[in-house]
């Protein structure tokens, strides 16, 4: 019996990590680490990986506020008028919200919602080509934790997936393990955002009959027990129908640029399972998407 | 010890790339190493030092924890095995054998990620963009590191077979 152990024991070493793998993979609810051994690798690592990722920092830095700055005064005329346009319309945005009884439901809804942020830095890009996922500067020292949404001033970044005391792994939205409860704000036709670990993202199992458009843009639903209602996900880039099938299916282009991630914010507010439809919808908190056609 | 030292100057040096280079031209330099652990004579100490290191990436990566742990041993583990029977170690057969691999070890992700979560799908159109970049720079990367792996390496390797006219001159 020894002999054999002995005889066969690469193939046995083999097979037991294989085995360690697969349990790994398959026994976690949530695929992604989360314990204590995740949080000593992620620990150890940060430090290291923001030592890296310093000098292209830097040198990221002396480009974009030095040498990228030659067409700057054009550019500065041009982003003049675009300001003074946008004031303008800002203005009479305001005015119509003023205006508008929606107004104080999405007041209301932000007193209701105004959850406390945590601003981060994103210091190390995934190291795998094929997933997708930052590392952020601020972990649980800043009250951050594991399900926490991470949004920037655009729109839905991801969620936080794995935190050591000063850093945190976040799962963008275009990782293909991401999916988000979403609508489409014009016609309230609702899906599931996946990420498929490029660019773009699918609005899946959107009813047939629903009427989702080229342009649309989607926002959570807030049905998913991760984000907030409201915050703006991506616009519909095409549309997909098979001939047959109960659902129809979108490409969604997400409004953040993943590739520029600089800075992001941690919404410091765990979220619990939403209530029985019935019920939610009676309770359903007034959006940003309730009071208008703009976010 | 070297070779651990190896292994996470890799890592970092993986990180950096991966903060400077698109996603379709990244080299894979954590394979590398994997499959010229294959070479070693201390077999199951080079499949737990392949294990760690692919366990290492599943942290520091989105990736399920276990995946790239058992891509990484297994990467290992068919070096250790093909060694015997194909000579790898010529510098054409190498980078040959790198590039292949790196095909083959994104169809084992894609159907590992099938079989350990069935709703997760490798997107296959965007594999069909990206690979070609990650196979022509890892096989580019793939003599040099194992040169270095092997100076820093003093374990004795297996020995494997000898090199022919086909398989290319001399060993790396």
């Known amino acids: ?21 697969v349990v790994s993979m398959t026994s976690e609810r949530e695929p992604i680490g989360t314990g204590p051994a995740s949080a000593l690798v992620l620990g150890v690592a940060t430090p ?11 040198v990221r830095w002396v480009w974009r506020d030095y040498l990228a700055l030659v067409d700057v005064r054009s550019e500065n005329l041009e982003l003049r008028v675009i300001i003074a346009r946008l004031q303008n319309e800002n203005l009479s945005y305001r005015e119509a919200l003023v205006a508008s009884e929606r107004f104080q439901r999405l007041a209301d809804f932000r007193a209701r919602h105004d959850a406390p942020m945590v601003p981060a830095n994103v210091v190390a890009q995934d190291l795998s080509p094929w997933f997708r996922s930052v590392v952020i500067d601020r972990g649980a020292e800043a009250g951050i934790e594991a399900g926490m949404p991470v949004i920037n001033e655009h729109g ?32 309230r036709a609702r899906g599931i955002v996946r990420g498929q670990s490029s660019r773009e993202c699918a609005f899946d199992y959107v009813m ?11 926002l959570t639903s807030g049905l ?14 095409t549309m997909e129908r098979e001939p047959y099938g109960l659902f129809q299916r979108a490409q969604i282009q997400p ?4 590739r520029d991630l600089e800075e992001v914010f941690v919404i410091l507010e765990r979220r619990e399972a939403p209530a029985a439809p019935g019920f939610e919808a009676a309770q359903a908190p007034v959006t940003l998407a309730d009071a208008g056609d703009t976010p | 010890m070297r070779l651990i030292g190896l292994g996470l100057a890799l890592l970092l040096l993986q990180q950096l790339l991966a ?15 994997a499959l010229a652990l294959g070479f070693r004579a201390r077999a199951i100490e080079s499949l737990l030092i392949a294990f760690a290191f692919g366990y290492g990436l599943d942290e520091l990566s989105g990736a399920p924890i276990g995946l790239y742990a058992l891509l990484r041993a297994t990467a290992c583990l068919v070096t250790h095995v093909t060694d015997r029977g194909l ?36 997107p296959w159109s965007e594999v069909a963009i990206r690979l070609p970049g990650s196979v022509i720079l890892t096989a580019a990367v793939a003599a040099p590191l194992y040169r270095l792996f092997k100076r820093l390496d003093g374990d004795e390797e297996v020995p494997g077979l000898a090199p022919t006219a086909l398989s290319g001159s001399g060993t790396l």
């Open chain 1, 255 to 258: 409004v953040v640029d993943f």
């Open chain 1, 48 to 58: 290291l990986q923001r030592l890296v990722t310093r000098p292209i920092d830097f």
């Open chain 1, 224 to 237: 998913d027990a991760i984000f907030p209602k409201g915050l703006v996900v991506g616009t519909v880039e």
């Open chain 2, 87 to 122: 000579n790898l170690r010529g510098p054409w057969p190498w980078v040959v054998y790198v590039a292949v691999y790196v095909v083959v070890d994104t169809l084992l992700l894609g159907q590992v990620l099938r079989l350990a979560q069935p709703d997760l799908l490798l």
């Open chain 1, 208 to 218: 047939r009959n629903d009427d989702v458009r080229p342009g649309d843009l989607l």
């Open chain 2, 19 to 33: 903060s400077v280079l698109p996603y379709a031209f990244r080299p894979d330099l954590l394979l590398v190493f």
């Open chain 1, 1 to 21: 019996m020894s002999e054999l152990v002995t005889r066969f024991r690469y193939a046995l070493c083999y097979l037991v990590l294989l085995a360690v793998s």
């Open chain 1, 156 to 187: 839905v970044v991801g969620r936080v997936v794995g935190v050591t005391g000063s850093a945190s792994k976040v799962l963008l939205v275009v990782d293909m393990q991401s999916r988000i409860d979403a609508f489409v704000q014009r016609s």
